[in-house]
């Protein structure tokens, strides 16, 4: 299994989430976050005074796949997400050792 983490534009995010329920995924959590990279933020005027906003708002999506299912996942985020500017996201992908869905108590890729 992999979780798959996906920073991208918060304006972005229900084009994403519409692109990953076409592929068949059935759940996924989602953050409001922010940050920056190589964007640096962007700076912006107050009563004449200019200011640097650092930390943009940005949207994280986490999703728990099976391993034949990950790079349908990463292509559908890249493909969903991308406005081919500097500041469409990053994509983290890390193994699961182990996943238990609390209800029935069912594990691994049966938990998904």
């Known amino acids: 299994m992999k979780k798959i983490e996906a920073i991208i534009r918060h304006f972005k995010l229900e084009e994403v989430k519409d692109a990953l329920t076409a592929v068949g995924i059935q759940g996924m959590t989602v ?3 922010r940050g920056f990279g190589r964007q640096k933020g962007h700076k912006e005027q107050y009563r004449g005074a200019e200011y640097t906003v650092d930390f943009l708002p940005k949207a994280k999506i986490e999703v728990v796949v099976s391993d034949d299912m990950a790079q349908a996942v990463i292509d559908t985020v890249i493909k969903s997400a991308r406005t081919g500017e500097i500041g469409d996201g ?19 890729v049966d938990a998904i």
């Open 90 to 108: 990053k994509i983290f992908v890390t193994e699961m050792e182990e996943m238990v869905r609390i209800r029935t108590g069912e594990s691994g």
């Open 31 to 33: 953050s409001e976050t």
